[in-house]
């Protein structure tokens, strides 16, 4: 009783300023370990804060040889790279180039960057550290996980249903709900029973599609044209237990993606779906060589020249990032399977191949710019780099090597310093004191590396 009136001896200062006020800055707007973590909140860590002028030409190429390109065209682009050309290492922006791409594939699935050529989705694989995706069995989970995780077949049921109840029930309308919220009732068994629409009769309406006809008879659907039933509605949860707990691990599974999925989608009004995988590498590097052969001849296999769904048309689209070095690990199993042939990863113009060159100091100014704005404390009327000045920004990419991630992580240090150092402009002679100094180094010495040209690492492991 008697602690209730009583408070502390020293209180916080009045009118304290904030951290980091003095810069015009809500906080750091840069993170300090920047590597891309989709499943992180915090957009400085995501990938969602996203300058996408920095890799325009990579994204132009994309989208013209891949998403702009018809999938009923069979010489469509089935597997393609985006290949780290010019820095040996992580950290050039890839990651945070293939989630924002995903999240502009899956904004209208394609229809508007396609010119509603094409319906597709996309998905973001990472092939988890430690070996744990070393053989393409494994991939396939990776796979299945992900389509999950996305809710696509939810979508895809709510899109059946949809169709089929607008021949049975005239009368029933969503137009007071958006997109998600009709996928959500009509994978909700109250619906049904609230609007009395029987289940059975809305899945033969929709079962007889040509695509649905070709479908395993265990396909999990299946279940929903009996009248037996009609108090339970199939959902992705019952894909899921299909998968893990009828399905065995190995063929019987891959069978069920390649082949009784793709059918599914299509049925659902989708002509393909782009996959790009991150951090490739963490397949091969536990392969022995054996499994690296296994692996290509199973994608090829899958992708090319099987015998399942999406062999046949190409369904499925995989790119894959390989950073600096990674060709060499697969050269030789590539070759061996036939997958050199069917989409090589040493040509140097190709179609299929997007390569990430280093960034100019253009780019980085641009970088800095999108982070800084992000975290203003008071909007400026123009775009500006403040604190920084022009010649902080020239340094911190020279001494970055043009490095996106690397120069994020400098620029975190130093808004720190500026903070301790009560500092409120950023300049060259700052970055200097902070970064250290290079002996006779001069402008010329960072233009020469801002304006000098990639070297092909590749083609210099194969010479060597």
Not at 144 to 171: H, M, P, T, V
Not at 382 to 388: G, H, K, Q, T
Request: glycine share 4%; with cysteine.
């Amino acid at each position: 009783m008697s602690n209730l009136l009583k408070k502390p001896k020293k209180e916080h200062p009045k009118d304290k300023q904030a951290k980091y006020e003095s810069l015009n800055l809500i906080e750091n707007p840069f993170p300090n370990t920047p590597f891309v973590n989709k499943e992180n909140e915090d957009n400085r860590y995501n990938g969602r804060i996203y300058e996408a002028k920095v890799r325009e030409k990579e994204h132009h190429k994309i989208i013209e040889n891949f998403i702009k390109v018809p999938q009923v065209d069979q010489n469509h682009i089935r597997l393609g790279y985006i290949l780290d050309h010019s820095y040996v290492g992580r950290g050039n922006g890839k990651s945070a180039f293939a989630l924002n791409l995903i999240n502009e594939i899956n904004e209208e699935y394609c229809l508007n960057i396609s010119n509603e050529l094409n319906k597709c989705f996309g998905l973001h694989l990472s092939p988890e550290p430690g070996g744990r995706t070393k053989t393409f069995f494994s991939f396939v989970d990776l796979i299945f996980d992900a389509i999950i995780q996305k809710g696509i077949i939810n979508y895809c049921l709510a899109s059946l249903r949809l169709a089929s109840i607008n021949e049975i029930k005239k009368d029933i309308t969503f137009d007071d709900l958006d997109e998600n919220e009709i996928v959500e009732q009509l994978n909700n068994l109250y619906w049904f029973q609230q609007n009395d629409v029987e289940i059975a009769e809305v899945t033969k309406g929709y079962y007889e599609h040509e695509k649905l006809d070709k479908i395993s008879s265990s396909f999990p659907l299946n279940r929903d044209k009996n009248t037996f039933y009609n108090n339970v509605l199939v959902t992705q949860k019952d894909f899921k237990k299909y998968y893990y707990e009828v399905l065995k691990k190995g063929k019987e599974r891959m069978n069920f993606v390649f082949n009784d999925l793709v059918l599914f989608f299509q049925a659902a009004g989708f002509n393909g779906a782009y996959f790009i995988v991150d951090d490739f590498e963490r397949i091969p590097d536990f392969q022995s060589e054996k499994l690296k052969q296994e692996f290509a001849l199973e994608l090829r296999t899958n992708f090319f020249d099987g015998i399942l769904e999406n062999a046949k048309i190409g369904f499925y689209n995989l790119i894959l990032i390989l950073h600096a070095g990674v060709p060499r690990l697969v050269e030789k199993a590539w070759g061996v399977s036939g997958m050199h042939r069917r989409s090589p990863m040493s040509e140097d113009e190709a179609e299929h191949i997007v390569k990430f060159d280093k960034l100019s100091y253009e780019h980085t100014k641009l970088m800095l710019e999108k982070y800084l704005e992000e975290y203003r404390l008071n909007k400026l009327p123009e775009s500006s780099i403040a604190p920084f000045t022009e010649d902080a920004i020239k340094i911190i990419g020279e001494k970055s090597e043009m490095n996106a991630s690397t120069i994020l992580e400098k620029a975190y240090s130093l808004i720190e310093s500026a903070v301790r150092d009560e500092v409120s402009k950023i300049d060259g002679e700052y970055v200097q004191t902070k970064l250290g100094k290079k002996d006779e180094e001069t402008k010329e010495d960072i233009n020469d590396i801002l304006d000098g040209t990639s070297e092909d690492l590749f083609k210099k492991s194969k010479e060597k």
